[in-house]
């Protein structure tokens, strides 16, 4: 799982997120809004919600090769909001789905322009991506963020 710290609100950066995957001319298939389903039930949720877009031209050949990914498939990301205020953008990393399904790079790499959408959403910049954490930008984080 890939997190990046975003100083967006998790609404805006899927936002932009979205805007971001048109203009590139992928499909957006869906948002669940999950903060706004669970106040329609009385229930409370820090603004969640998830875009779930992708192409066919990226996808096909990832289901060819193994039609249990479409469990994992169209590409998805989550905007999110921890117990701290802090919002964040998390997507599955497609190295992890070819690693699971045991594809040759070659099928999956339509799938990485998940990395650069996302980075391009919460605004990451050439500097941060180097490490240079003296900006005060966004910063990448591997694994679950705390």
Known sequence: MVS???PHAAPEVLDR???LAVARGLMVFG?????????????????MAQLIFGHPRGGTPVLRAAPLTGLQ???RALAWTDTDGQAWL????????RRQHQLPDAV???LHVVHEL???AVGFTRTIATGDS??????VTLGAPR
Do not use: K, Q
């Open 31 to 47: 948002r669940i809004e999950f903060s706004r389903d669970a106040a329609s039930v009385g229930l409370e949720l820090p603004p």
């Open 134 to 139: 003296a900006t005060g930008g966004p910063t």
């Open 108 to 110: 999956t790499a339509g």
């Open 90 to 97: 998390s997507y599955p990393d497609p190295d992890a789905l």
């Open 118 to 120: 996302c980075r391009a």
């Open 4 to 6: 990046l710290r975003s």
């Open 17 to 19: 997120l979205a805007a």
């Open 73 to 75: 498939l169209p590409l």
